[in-house]
C-alpha cells in the first residue's frame, strides 16, 4: 500500500504544530511501517520534507500550483452538497461520465497545467492523509482521512473574529464529515468531534505519533545555538509562539513570583515567531511591568529541530502552562529527551505527563511558580520527574505507536470499498 501525505499548504514555519506533526508522520511511517511514503508538497517546502524519507520507494511529488475554484471551501450551496455525498462521489456510473468530460486526452494537460492534482493523487496513492483537519477538496476517488488536532475556537471561541469561526465551523466540519476517516492524538479530541459535529465515534481512531530523537546530534549543536541565541546560564524554556491560548502572560507573571517570593533569579527562553500574532504585544509588556527585560529571552522561529532539542536539553526545566493543549510537542520531546517537565492539568496535557505532582492550575500564577520552584530546588522531587519521563516516554516510540496508523489506513480503505 502507498500512502500519500499532503503537506501542500504546510508553509514552514508558520504553523509549528502542525508542521511537527507532519514531520513526525512522515517520518514514522518511512521508517517504521512497510507502506511506501508519497509527500505531495509545493516547492517551497519539498526540501524540508525530502529529509523525514528513509525508504528508497519513497519519494516527494512536487505540486507547483492548485485550481482555487476546486478548493472545498470556495464551493458553496447545491454544489457542495454533492460533492459531499458519499454515495455521489463513489458513484461508478457519475464517476466515468465526469471522467470523460472533464479529464480526456485534450482536458488533462491543461488541467495539470492550471494545478488539478486529483488524477496525480489517485494514481500515485492508496489513501491520502491531510495532517491537518480539512481536505483540500471533496471529490477524490480514494480514502481520504485528516487529522484534527483540536477544536480550540469551539472551546475558546473568544480568540478568534466571528468571521474566522464561521470559516472554520463551515470548512473543518464538512471536511470531518466527508473524511473517511479521522486520526486524532488524544481521546478528548475525538470526544470534542462527537459532541460538537456530531461524527460518529467509530469513525475517529486515536492515532499517538511517535518521536525518535538522536540525542547525539543533540549535544553537537548545543555549543553553537548557544553562541546564536545568546542563551543565559539558568533558564526555564517554553517552546511555543506567541498566543492567547499558550498563556504566556501568566507565566512571566509567574517568573515575577519565582524572582521575588523564592528569590529564584532565573531566566526565561521563549521560542516561536514572537511576531506571529498581536499576542506578543501583551507579553512584552508584560516584561517590562517586571522588569525582566534581563530574564526573557526571544530566540523567534528555530528551523532547525536539533537546535531546538539542544535548547531544550539544557535548560532547567521544560514549562507548558497553556489554557488549552490537544497535545504538546515539546512534553513529547521533553519525555524522550529525559528533561524535567512540568504543565497545564488541561485538555491533552494530563494524558501526556500522566502523574498530577507535575501540573498545575494554569490560571493560578501563584501555584505555577510553586510548583517551578519545587523542580528547581527539591532534587527528590526532580528525580520523580525524570522518573515519569522514563514511563511516558515508552508511549511515544514509533515502534509501540505505529501499529495505531497502520490499523487506521487499513480501516480507511476498508470503509473506502465496502460497499463496491
Not at 512497510?34 to 524519507?53: A, I, M, Q, T
Not at 478528548?188 to 461524527?199: A, E, N
Request: proline letters at 4%.
Amino acid at each position: 500500500m502507498k500512502i500519500g501525505i499532503f503537506v501542500y499548504s504546510i508553509k514552514i514555519g508558520a504553523v509549528g504544530g502542525v508542521q511537527q506533526y507532519a514531520e513526525r508522520l512522515i517520518f514514522g511511517l518511512s521508517k517504521y511501517s512497510d507502506f511506501g511514503v508519497v509527500v505531495f508538497c509545493s516547492p517551497e517546502n519539498s526540501e524540508h520534507f525530502r529529509k523525514y524519507l528513509g525508504k528508497a520507494q519513497d519519494k516527494i511529488y512536487t505540486i507547483k500550483s492548485r485550481i482555487k475554484f476546486l478548493k472545498p471551501r470556495v464551493i458553496n450551496g447545491i454544489l457542495k452538497e454533492i460533492f459531499k455525498n458519499r454515495l455521489v462521489r463513489k458513484n461508478k456510473f457519475l464517476y466515468k461520465i465526469t471522467s470523460l468530460i472533464f479529464y480526456n486526452f485534450l482536458t488533462i494537460p491543461l488541467l495539470r497545467l492550471l494545478g488539478d492534482y486529483k488524477l496525480i493523487l489517485e494514481k500515485e496513492v492508496d489513501v491520502v492523509h491531510f495532517p491537518y483537519p480539512y481536505l483540500q477538496r471533496y471529490d477524490l476517488q480514494i480514502p481520504a482521512i485528516i487529522s484534527f488536532h483540536d477544536l480550540l475556537y469551539k472551546n475558546f471561541p473568544e480568540f478568534f473574529k466571528l468571521k474566522n469561526i464561521e470559516k472554520m465551523e463551515n470548512y473543518f466540519k464538512s471536511s470531518a464529515e466527508v473524511s473517511t476517516r479521522i486520526i486524532v492524538s488524544f481521546s478528548h479530541v475525538r470526544y470534542d468531534l462527537v459532541k460538537f459535529y456530531g461524527i460518529q465515534a467509530d469513525k475517529i481512531d486515536v492515532c499517538r505519533p511517535g518521536l525518535d530523537i538522536d540525542n547525539n546530534i543533540v549535544e553537537q549543536k548545543m555549543k553553537k545555538n548557544f553562541e546564536r541565541h545568546k542563551i543565559p546560564q539558568d533558564y526555564l524554556i517554553y517552546p511555543a509562539a506567541p498566543s492567547p491560548h499558550k498563556n504566556h502572560v501568566r507565566l512571566i507573571q509567574a517568573l515575577d513570583l519565582l524572582h521575588n517570593k523564592y528569590n529564584k533569579k532565573v531566566s526565561l527562553v521563549i521560542t516561536g515567531s514572537k511576531y506571529a500574532s498581536d499576542y506578543y504585544y501583551l507579553i512584552e509588556k508584560e516584561i517590562k511591568k517586571f522588569n525582566l527585560e534581563n530574564y526573557v529571552v526571544f530566540t523567534d522561529y528555530i528551523s532547525s529541530q536539533e537546535e531546538l532539542y539542544a535548547l531544550m536539553k539544557r535548560s532547567l526545566l521544560v514549562v507548558v502552562p497553556a489554557l488549552y493543549e490537544a497535545g504538546s510537542g515539546p512534553v513529547d520531546e521533553a519525555l524522550i529527551m529525559n528533561i524535567p517537565v512540568i504543565g497545564s492539568e488541561k485538555a491533552g496535557l494530563p494524558e501526556q505527563i500522566g502523574e498530577k505532582e507535575f501540573m498545575f492550575d494554569p490560571y493560578n500564577i501563584e501555584e505555577m511558580a510553586e510548583k517551578i520552584n519545587l523542580m528547581l530546588t527539591d532534587d527528590k522531587i526532580r528525580q520523580r520527574n525524570l522518573d515519569n519521563c522514563k514511563r511516558q516516554a515508552e508511549k511515544i516510540k514509533w515502534e509501540n505507536s505505529i501499529n495505531s496508523f497502520v490499523d487506521c489506513y487499513n480501516k480507511a480503505l476498508k470503509d473506502f470499498y465496502k460497499n463496491d
